[in-house]
């Protein structure tokens, strides 16, 4: 919210005018929708092809249609496994790898993640197995959660994220110890870390949707 004291413009206009100079450890979980269209909230989860359509015409307005060519429902299990998908890469997966980009243009450090970790024990059945959005809160900072806790065989990814965050909070760089090197991103590169029970670098998380909601101007209600 731009209050023209703590933010006086848009993120986006102060990192294009290098006014961002900061190290920024940043990115999204694999699964970041599905906490908001499995009834976690009240909400009633999207039955039929119209029901989706009718969620983006209400989100997107014009640029509705736009959104169910990108993502036809026909391509998932059901209308709103697709509208779980549009929920994660419009407003999580795709916005942190566009900071990651325009960080990179404004010669400002950043490194980028995918997370992919689970909770054990979560109370509703559309959350089991999938890294939704606040599941790394347990993993990085190795705390109980309403949601499901860390299963001990995560344990080590649990380590691993702490070393990182720890690190990067003390020098500005999460690197170090015997974790895997994690490289500051660049859009030539499109690289990410991708923490999971291994740890990975991985390239172009979401390339296509992720190209395509960069040309996608979003109006929130």
């Known amino acids: 919210m731009v209050d023209g004291q703590v933010l006086p413009e848009q993120p986006e206009a102060l990192i294009a005018a290098k006014k961002v100079a900061v190290p920024v450890l940043h990115g999204a979980n694999t699964a970041e929708g599905v906490l908001f269209h499995a ?23 014009g640029g509705a249609s736009a959104v169910a060519a990108q993502y036809p429902a026909a391509s998932f299990a059901s209308p709103n496994d697709a509208l779980t998908q549009v929920t994660a890469d419009a407003f999580f997966v795709c916005p942190a790898r566009k900071m990651a980009k325009l960080l990179d243009a404004a010669g400002s450090k950043s490194y980028h993640y995918t997370f992919n970790g689970t909770l054990a024990g979560t109370p509703f059945p559309a959350l089991a197995g999938k890294a939704f959005h606040s599941s790394e ?65 991985t390239t172009a998380v979401d390339k296509a949707n992720c190209d395509f909601w960069d040309t996608v101007t979003i109006i929130a209600p």
């Not at 909230?41 to 009718?54: L, N």
């Not at 809160?137 to 380590?159: H, I, K, M, R, T």
Request: proline share 7%.
């Open 137 to 201: 809160l347990p993993y990085v900072f190795g705390a109980s959660y309403v949601l499901g806790s860390v299963d001990s065989a995560n344990q080590p990814l649990v380590d691993a994220i702490e070393g990182y965050w720890t690190r990067f909070a003390r020098t500005g760089d999460p690197n170090g110890g015997s974790d895997p090197m994690w490289p500051v991103y660049t859009t030539a590169a499109d690289q990410s870390l991708k923490l999971d029970t291994s740890i990975s670098v």
């Open 39 to 61: 009834g976690v909230f009240g909400d009633t989860p999207v039955m039929t092809t119209g029901d989706y359509q009718a969620a983006l015409m209400r989100r997107f307005g």
